[in-house]
């Protein structure tokens, strides 16, 4: 079994900053994308960051120059470092986590969620 578990969510004013933390464990061979997803109520669930094994970012429009995706391979592990959050930016974020598994089969995990929640 492969375990995504999320952390670092809560709720802070505008202008503020938040760090999101997101860790992978069990049968993995090899984790090629870490990403961080958010959904607000009423919408769909939208890519807010992605990083390759190779270190190359996506980020939404909407995050750019504000957030920043980093992972560290060696741990599984991937961050979300916020900052000048808006109230725009309130959503549960997930994390998703494409890797293949000792089989070499390739699937992709989600985490529970961290909601964060942002006050004007």
């Known amino acids: 079994q492969v375990q995504v578990v999320e952390s670092g969510g809560g709720l802070v004013q505008a202008g503020g900053s938040l760090r999101l933390s997101c860790a992978a464990s069990?049968?993995?061979?090899?984790?090629?994308?870490m990403g961080w997803y958010r959904q607000a109520p009423g919408n769909q669930r939208e890519l807010v960051a992605s990083?390759?094994?190779?270190?190359?970012?996506i980020y939404a429009d909407s995050v750019k120059g504000r957030f920043t995706i980093s992972r560290d391979s060696a741990k599984n592990t991937v961050a979300l470092q916020m900052n000048s959050l808006k109230p725009d930016d309130t959503a549960v974020y997930y994390c998703?986590?494409?890797?293949?598994?000792?089989?070499?089969?390739?699937?992709?995990?989600w985490g529970q969620g961290t909601q964060v929640t942002i006050s004007s």
């Open positions: 990083i390759s094994r190779g270190g190359v970012t």
């Open positions: 069990g049968r993995i061979h090899s984790i090629a994308v």
């Open positions: 998703n986590v494409d890797l293949f598994l000792p089989e070499l089969i390739r699937r992709d995990y």
